[in-house]
Structure formats: structure tokens, C-alpha cells
């Protein structure tokens, strides 16, 4: 059987996303590619963000290929899963397209892992796969008839059918990744690094899936949920090869990239820079000392709120108070040139006090952001606290919420952002 994994021609105008707008390597289709091809079957990515090509490009090279099932993700990629656009303009306008030329189609994200029912119908998809979909797109190449595979929303007998809930794939087991040196040539973007300009290409990776938290903004509930590792010689296969191809700088999309003495003293053998997310109170300052050792160049620290009850409010299970805190992340600023101190706007903060901590913490060259408003995610706690479980409206509901409570948004957006239904009136089928 013949796949064809698309990535759609991403833009952004008048949306309410939050993540970075550069193109990134698709690491859910490059494990979904090796799973399909050593079950025997042909997968082909067709990424037309990363490629730069338009909706008349992506069609011409879907219709030479003649695929089985051409799967669309929601996302522009895994490492945005948890800060995908809220609506689905794009993805609608490229099933749209392609339908007449691509076979079955899917899709796959974390619209169809939250609001599966929603996802199937706006999209016009024959199959929606809820949860990590690695694993679950290799079954559905081995079986002629779906309804009977878990983890996916469907259509059968022109109703919908849910099959059980979302995927969690073992991860552990999935191969090492190489992608095509001319893919690698063309990634020149070098995601949150700020210490110097790109001189080669750069790259995605990840050594770990799932957070063993459960923080009350992070939409991680149905999809990168329950932390795994992946075995170090597999991670070290992927990243020499990388290297080999060379890449010069590495970002681990970890949802929290936590100390790992084995990987960091890899790392520092390898002539390579990285960047990672993580919480530094989690680090101590023999491990922080060794990251900087390892080649880390850029540390996004999750901090949210200056606060004891604002930490709890958000469930951080932080056992440090912010002079600790900020004590950790002046360390890191001595051995790591670029430490962001993430913060969220809290009712429990004094703003006062909270510029006066960002002026500090400049003092020594920690940057930390104006604390941003909380979008409530489907699939996060903040949500389910709110409303509850996610229903057919979820990302309508969170978006109009945003836009009546707030009045400024993230430095990213420069126009205010629309209603999901003003987006996706004209993006999608009939």
C-alpha cells in the first residue's frame, strides 16, 4: 500500500497560534514512514511547509504519486502539538484539494486526538487517528477494512464511530530517523536559538515523549502524554547522523527534557550545540553545570508564576521558592549563553513585583517574558476545570473565551486574532 504523508502549506494570518512559524523536520512522519516501509508497505513525506510549495504544487506531486491513503496532520509539526492552531482553515482548504487525487484519507493531530467527532466532519476525512499515530498508521496500511482498528474515528455505515481512546505508542522501540541530505541542506533555521546565527543547517530531535507532570495549561492529556525515554544508542544513531550531514545545532522537542548524565556526556563528546525545554528545579547545580559542558546553547525554563500560589494554582508541584528558583536560573545563565524564564499572567502575581524580577533577572542576563495570558487548550486541565470534558465546540469555546477576556496577546501575533468560524468559513468543504 502507498502513503503519502502530508504536511499542508501552512499560514497563519488571523490565527490565535502561538508556536514558531519556520518550517521544522516532521518527526511523526519520518517514525511513521520507517514503521510503514518495514511492514513492507511505500510511505512518502510530502511536506509542503518545509518544501515551500503552494496548494497547486502539493496536488501536482500528490496525483504523481497515485497514493493508497494520503494522511494530513492539524499540526505543522509534533513539536507543536500542545500550541497547534486552533482551527482548522488549512488543513480543511489541503483535504480539499487533494481529495480527488488521494486515495483514503486521514488525519492526524491534536484536533483529532481532543475533538475527534468535530475533526471528521469539518475535515471530510474518511478516518481521524486520536492519540500518537505512528503505530497506529502502520495497522491501518495492513488492513483493508478500518473499523475495527482502535484509536481512530471514523465513518461506518454513514455514521461515526469512536474506537476506544487515544493512542500512546510504545516509542521506546521506534527507529532512529535519517532524513534526505537535501532536506537537511535546506533546514537553516536554528529553533529558539539566540546566541549566534546559523553558519549550518540545524535539526529536530527527541530523546524522551510525555511529561510526568500534569501542570494545569499543558495540553497534553490525549496525546504526548505518559513520559518514555528513548534508548540512548538509538538517539545517538539519529543525532551522528545528523551530524554527519552537518547539522550544527540540535533542539530537543521534549515536553521536559529532564537530567540525563549518560545523554549529556554523549553530547559533550559530539560538535554540536542544542536547546531544550525543561523546569530547573528539577536540575541540580552539578547536572546544570554539565548541560552547559554537553553544548547547551538555549534553555526555555518553565517558571509561570512568581508566587507559591500561583505555582500550586497551576499544579507545578514546585518544591522551590522563587529566590531558589531564580538562583538555578542565574546559575544556567554562567554555562548556557540564552536562559528564558517562561511566565504566565497570574491573578496571583503582583505586576509590580513581577517587572521588578524580569529587571533582575536581566541583570544577569536571564530574559524572561511579560507574563502572557492563558489559552485554554482542549486537552489541558485549565480546560477540563472549566468546562469539562471537550465536546464538538471545544476549540471554538477556548478561542472566543481568549478573545473576550483579553485585550493583548502574544509577541508573535501581530493583528488580532479571529473567531474559529471566521477562519474556517471559506476553508474547507461543502
Not at 503519502?4 to 494570518?13: E, G, I, M, Y
Not at 492552531?85 to 480543511?92: A, F, G, N, T
Not at 536562559?339 to 521588578?356: G, K, M
Request: charged share 25%; glycine share 8%.
Amino acid at each position: 500500500m502507498r502513503f503519502a504523508l502530508v504536511n499542508p502549506p501552512w499560514t497563519f494570518d488571523g490565527s490565535i497560534y502561538f508556536g514558531c512559524r519556520e518550517p521544522h523536520l516532521p518527526l511523526e512522519y519520518g517514525y511513521a514512514k520507517a514503521l510503514l516501509e518495514r511492514a513492507g508497505h511505500e510511505a512518502v513525506i510530502i511536506d509542503a511547509q518545509f518544501l515551500d510549495l503552494s496548494m497547486d504544487a502539493l496536488v501536482e506531486r500528490v496525483a504523481a504519486l497515485r497514493p493508497d491513503v494520503t494522511v494530513v496532520t492539524t499540526a505543522p509539526s509534533y513539536l507543536f502539538w500542545r500550541c497547534a492552531p486552533p482551527e482548522l482553515r488549512v488543513p480543511m482548504q489541503t483535504v480539499a484539494a487533494l481529495r480527488g487525487v488521494g486515495g483514503r484519507m486521514v488525519a492526524v493531530g491534536p484536533h483529532g486526538s481532543t475533538t475527534p467527532r468535530a475533526a471528521l466532519r469539518k475535515l471530510g476525512v474518511e478516518a481521524v487517528v486520536m492519540g500518537e499515530c505512528e503505530e497506529v498508521l502502520a495497522r491501518m496500511a495492513d488492513a483493508g477494512d478500518w473499523s475495527a482498528i482502535d484509536h481512530l474515528c471514523l465513518w461506518v455505515g454513514g455514521t461515526v464511530r469512536i474506537n476506544g481512546v487515544p493512542a500512546a505508542a510504545t516509542f521506546t522501540d521506534l527507529p532512529a530517523l535519517h532524513w534526505p541530505d537535501d532536506w537537511v541542506a535546506r533546514h537553516r533555521h536554528h529553533h529558539h536559538r539566540f546566541d549566534a546565527r546559523p553558519t549550518g543547517p540545524g535539526a529536530e530531535m527527541e530523546t524522551s515523549r510525555g511529561c510526568p507532570y500534569a501542570c494545569t495549561f499543558c495540553a497534553k492529556e490525549n496525546f504526548r502524554d505518559a513520559y518514555r525515554r528513548r534508548p540512548l544508542p538509538v538517539v545517538l544513531e539519529e543525532l551522528d547522523g545528523l551530524i554527519a550531514q552537518g547539522v550544527e545545532y540540535v533542539y530537543f522537542i521534549d515536553e521536559i527534557f529532564l537530567p540525563d548524565r549518560a545523554l549529556l556526556e554523549a553530547l559533550a563528546e559530539r560538535p554540536v550545540r542544542f536547546g531544550v525545554q525543561t523546569r530547573l528545579d528539577l536540575w541540580k547545580p552539578p547536572m546544570i553545570e554539565l548541560l552547559g559542558r554537553a553544548g547547551c546553547v538555549s534553555i526555555e525554563a518553565g517558571v509561570e508564576s512568581l508566587t507559591v500560589e500561583g505555582r500550586a494554582a497551576l499544579a507545578k508541584k514546585c518544591r522551590m521558592d522563587t529566590d531558589e528558583l531564580s538562583e538555578r536560573l542565574i546559575l544556567a545563565k554562567k554555562v548556557v549563553p540564552f536562559v528564558q524564564a517562561n511566565l504566565i499572567r497570574s491573578a496571583e502575581d503582583d505586576p509590580a513585583e513581577v517587572t521588578a524580577w524580569r529587571a533582575r533577572m536581566q541583570g544577569y542576563g536571564v530574559w524572561s517574558n511579560d507574563p502572557v495570558p492563558l489559552f485554554p487548550y482542549p486537552g489541558s486541565p485549565d480546560y477540563r476545570l472549566r468546562w469539562g470534558l471537550p465536546d464538538d465546540e471545544a476549540w471554538e469555546r477556548a478561542v472566543d473565551h481568549y478573545l473576550t477576556r483579553h485585550g493583548a496577546f502574544c509577541d508573535l501575533q501581530d493583528q488580532r486574532p479571529l473567531p474559529i468560524r471566521d477562519l474556517e468559513r471559506t476553508g474547507g468543504v461543502p
